[in-house]
């Protein structure tokens, strides 16, 4: 195989067989994603526990089911245990028709296959389904420096940014290929050139933004690029508290998926900007300021993509990414005393909730839970996106205070302030 980058002796042995061939193929794979990107050479993965982003088992998949048994049936293994996204299916919490169960059974036919293969390949457990792998209810928790193979967005940028690890947006099976070997191509965000910021975002609202419009304005206007965003530590602090964490899991993931931002810095907040201030700023940045009226601008031009426009909403998910234990308490204050307000003992709409299977378990040790039940909202381990992505729930009206989903779906976002109007029978759509 021809090849542009340097490599060790270590790694060209493993290139030309010397652990197999099937070995040698996932590194040719590594190495050629890092040549097309112009990497240099390889770099040891040193946060081992990798995280992967393909977690459903969709039929269709015929080449994925492949390799996993090639793997498989060489032995081989990722170094250390990974963790990866949510399941496409909760049948008890989210509530499927007989016409929708048959067709997630068609499209999903080889989920239970798939997971049995993912835990051969070095699955934590049945539990590591979850794309909020980095809360310490979960414990997938890089440190600052640390180098990675993940591939799910959301955690990619939260990594990045919040922890100060280094990974790129990886595509499938890249993530679970670099944890196999070990390495992964050394460019863009994983080197210090890349972690510079291309734009300065000067935050100038008269109160805290919502973190997923905020994300989301960012994300469309810099697309790929790191932006440094000045202003807001005035909102959420100069502390990485569970609140400022909470924030930013929000704020990334509307980054990462309304753009394709794998690494913000935020002043006075984030590791490498408390550290380096705007030092990581480049000379030539180009300036973006956000007011309430750009925010403004941003939520008014989502287009409403549901069939009746002025439909009545059928189903809300709020949890994408994944909820954490604060913000489940959180939800249930607000709608248990927002119910109260308009005399309501229930939502008037079919609410899914979605967290880690961990942080769900510790909050179903709570009275919370029950409270949170009682109020008619279910909660999930599920992934909204993928209940959502089929012909069938296509067709519903959605709602949800995701900005992922809204962009990956046809559900509509709401503010959650809104939500919980909606959601309580303060407003009726
Ligand atoms: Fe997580 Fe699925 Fe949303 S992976 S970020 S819940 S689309």
Redesign the pocket.
């Given at each position: 195989m021809e090849y542009k980058m340097k490599l060790t002796d270590e790694q060209k042995a493993i290139l030309d067989g010397r652990d197999g061939e099937v070995m040698a193929k996932v590194m040719q794979t590594v190495v050629m994603f890092g040549d097309i990107f112009g990497a240099e050479k390889l770099v040891p993965v040193t946060h081992k526990d990798g995280h992967l982003?393909t977690?459903f088992g969709i039929a269709l998949m015929k080449p994925l089911f492949s390799t996993m048994d090639k793997l498989i049936n060489a032995g081989i293994k990722t170094e250390g245990k990974f963790t990866v996204?949510?399941r496409p299916l909760d049948y008890s919490n989210v509530k499927c028709n007989l016409l929708e169960k048959l067709v997630f059974h068609i499209m999903y036919k080889r989920q239970s296959e798939y997971e049995e293969q993912l835990l051969k390949v070095g699955l934590r457990d049945k539990d590591a389904f979850?794309?909020?792998c980095y809360l310490d209810e979960v414990g997938n928790i890089p440190k600052k420096g640390d180098v990675l193979s993940w591939a799910?967005?959301?955690?990619v940028v939260y990594a990045n940014s919040v922890l100060g690890a280094r990974c790129n947006r990886n595509s499938g099976m890249l993530d679970l290929f670099g944890s196999i070997v070990g390495y992964v191509p050394y460019f863009g965000l994983v080197t210090d050139e890349g972690r510079k910021a291309k734009w300065k975002v000067i935050i100038k609202t008269t109160k805290k933004p919502e973190a997923q419009v905020l994300g989301s304005a960012i994300g469309m206007k810099v697309m790929e690029d790191v932006p440094y965003v000045v202003g807001l530590d005035k909102y959420i602090g100069n502390e990485l508290n569970d609140e400022a964490k909470a924030y930013l899991k929000d704020f990334g993931?509307a980054t990462a998926?309304n753009g394709a931002v794998g690494l913000y810095h935020i002043d006075g907040l984030t590791p490498e900007a408390v550290e380096y201030g705007e030092k990581l700023v480049l000379p030539d940045a180009k300036e973006y300021v956000i007011d309430d009226a750009e925010l403004e601008r941003v939520y008014n031009g989502y287009p409403v993509m549901w069939k009746k426009k002025d439909a009545k909403p059928a189903l809300c998910f709020i949890?994408?990414?994944?909820l954490t234990f604060a913000q489940l308490c959180k939800w249930t204050e607000d709608i248990e005393r927002t119910l109260a307000e308009t005399g309501r003992r229930k939502v008037t709409v079919r609410t899914v909730m979605?967290a880690s299977p961990q942080v769900k378990a510790k909050f179903m040790q709570t009275e919370y839970y029950a409270r949170l039940i009682a109020t008619g909202v279910k909660l999930s381990s599920?992934?909204?996106?993928?209940y959502t992505n089929n012909p069938l729930t296509k067709g519903k009206a959605i709602i949800t205070n995701?900005n992922?989903?809204r962009t990956?779906s046809v559900a509509r976002y709401y503010m959650d302030e809104k939500i919980l109007a909606v959601l309580c029978g303060k407003e009726s759509e």
């Amino acid at each position: 195989m021809e090849y542009k980058m340097k490599l060790t002796d270590e790694q060209k042995a493993i290139l030309d067989g010397r652990d197999g061939e099937v070995m040698a193929k996932v590194m040719q794979t590594v190495v050629m994603f890092g040549d097309i990107f112009g990497a240099e050479k390889l770099v040891p993965v040193t946060h081992k526990d990798g995280h992967l982003v393909t977690s459903f088992g969709i039929a269709l998949m015929k080449p994925l089911f492949s390799t996993m048994d090639k793997l498989i049936n060489a032995g081989i293994k990722t170094e250390g245990k990974f963790t990866v996204d949510p399941r496409p299916l909760d049948y008890s919490n989210v509530k499927c028709n007989l016409l929708e169960k048959l067709v997630f059974h068609i499209m999903y036919k080889r989920q239970s296959e798939y997971e049995e293969q993912l835990l051969k390949v070095g699955l934590r457990d049945k539990d590591a389904f979850t794309c909020t792998c980095y809360l310490d209810e979960v414990g997938n928790i890089p440190k600052k420096g640390d180098v990675l193979s993940w591939a799910e967005s959301s955690a990619v940028v939260y990594a990045n940014s919040v922890l100060g690890a280094r990974c790129n947006r990886n595509s499938g099976m890249l993530d679970l290929f670099g944890s196999i070997v070990g390495y992964v191509p050394y460019f863009g965000l994983v080197t210090d050139e890349g972690r510079k910021a291309k734009w300065k975002v000067i935050i100038k609202t008269t109160k805290k933004p919502e973190a997923q419009v905020l994300g989301s304005a960012i994300g469309m206007k810099v697309m790929e690029d790191v932006p440094y965003v000045v202003g807001l530590d005035k909102y959420i602090g100069n502390e990485l508290n569970d609140e400022a964490k909470a924030y930013l899991k929000d704020f990334g993931a509307a980054t990462a998926s309304n753009g394709a931002v794998g690494l913000y810095h935020i002043d006075g907040l984030t590791p490498e900007a408390v550290e380096y201030g705007e030092k990581l700023v480049l000379p030539d940045a180009k300036e973006y300021v956000i007011d309430d009226a750009e925010l403004e601008r941003v939520y008014n031009g989502y287009p409403v993509m549901w069939k009746k426009k002025d439909a009545k909403p059928a189903l809300c998910f709020i949890g994408c990414p994944h909820l954490t234990f604060a913000q489940l308490c959180k939800w249930t204050e607000d709608i248990e005393r927002t119910l109260a307000e308009t005399g309501r003992r229930k939502v008037t709409v079919r609410t899914v909730m979605t967290a880690s299977p961990q942080v769900k378990a510790k909050f179903m040790q709570t009275e919370y839970y029950a409270r949170l039940i009682a109020t008619g909202v279910k909660l999930s381990s599920i992934c909204p996106l993928m209940y959502t992505n089929n012909p069938l729930t296509k067709g519903k009206a959605i709602i949800t205070n995701s900005n992922k989903l809204r962009t990956y779906s046809v559900a509509r976002y709401y503010m959650d302030e809104k939500i919980l109007a909606v959601l309580c029978g303060k407003e009726s759509e």
